[in-house]
Nanobody, 121 residues
Framework: PLVESGGGLVQAGDSLRLSCAAS?????MAWFRQTPGSEREFVGA???????RTTNTDSIKARTTISKDANILYLEMNNMRLEDTAVYYC????????????????????WGSGIQVTVSA
């Protein structure tokens, strides 16, 4: 299983750090986020042998760092904004498909239960 931690209520302008602890080793691990009525949005991933990747969305990319230490995936986001309010999900997979499509939800078999992050003014 994947277990997310570190969410909750943060103030606009503050920093956020989320962790995702995995029970095994995965080829790809990623963070997505979702708001009500919207699809899950890719935030970033770490792919074995290729390193970290972040979304191309400028408003997120400039503030985001994705890293991995052993079987724990981290998401660090600075200068949090109201629009960062969402449920953040950790995802992982061991199949080679995830290398090419890591930015979509389709290659990920394993998902965490999600963690709420709420940004207040």
């Amino acid at each position: 299983p994947l277990v997310e931690s570190g969410g909750g209520l943060v103030q606009a302008g503050d920093s956020l750090r989320l962790s995702c602890a995995a029970s095994g080793r995965y080829l790809c691990m990623a963070w997505f986020r979702q708001t009500p009525g919207s699809e899950r949005e890719f935030v970033g991933a770490v792919i074995e042998g290729r390193g970290a990747r972040t979304t191309n969305t400028d408003s997120i990319k400039a503030r985001t760092t994705i890293s991995k230490d052993a079987n724990i995936l981290y998401l660090e986001m600075n200068n949090m904004r109201l629009e960062d309010t969402a449920v953040y999900y950790c995802a992982a997979d061991r199949r080679s498909d995830c290398r090419g499509y890591y930015y979509t939800t389709s290659p990920y078999t394993y998902w965490g239960s999600g963690i709420q992050v709420t940004v207040s003014a």
